[in-house]
């Protein structure tokens, strides 16, 4: 079975930092670009960041430069985004998604449209609270 799973949410005060795993099984990652989503109550599901398949290309949504950093290590299949300085509006479910590198689209369109996806993950639930 093919899936994307998510782990290393949790409650954090605000100011603090975690680090989400995309972990994913039944295929290898190496071959798709990864992007990190997230979706808050009431809210749409938006970009966070998303990197290539070789690691070469990323993007950050404006909102979360400085702030987070999306890394793969292909070995372990597995994609992280460490998040820093974390604020009570960080708070969402975040999901994962693999974009299979074969794709016409770029990892900006795919983090801004979440066009091109091929899997998403169930989603991981971060709280920024104090």
């Known amino acids: 079975q093919l899936q994307l799973v998510e782990s290393g949410g949790g409650l954090v005060q605000p100011g603090g930092s975690l680090r989400l795993s995309c972990t994913a099984s039944g295929f290898t990652l190496d071959y798709y670009a990864i992007g990190w989503f997230r979706q808050a109550p009431g809210k749409e599901r938006e970009g966070v960041s998303c990197i290539s398949s070789s690691g070469g290309s990323t993007y950050y949504a404006d909102s979360m430069k400085g702030r987070f950093t999306i890394s793969r290590d292909n070995a372990k299949n597995t994609v992280y985004l460490q998040m820093n300085s974390l604020k009570p509006e960080d708070t969402a479910v975040y999901y994962c998604?693999?974009?299979?590198?074969?794709?016409?689209?770029?990892?900006?369109?795919?983090?801004?449209?979440?066009?091109?996806?091929?899997?998403w993950g169930k989603g991981t639930l971060v709280t920024v609270s104090s």
């Open positions: 998604a693999a974009m299979h590198r074969g794709s016409s689209t770029t990892v900006q369109a795919m983090c801004i449209t979440q066009y091109g996806i091929d899997y």
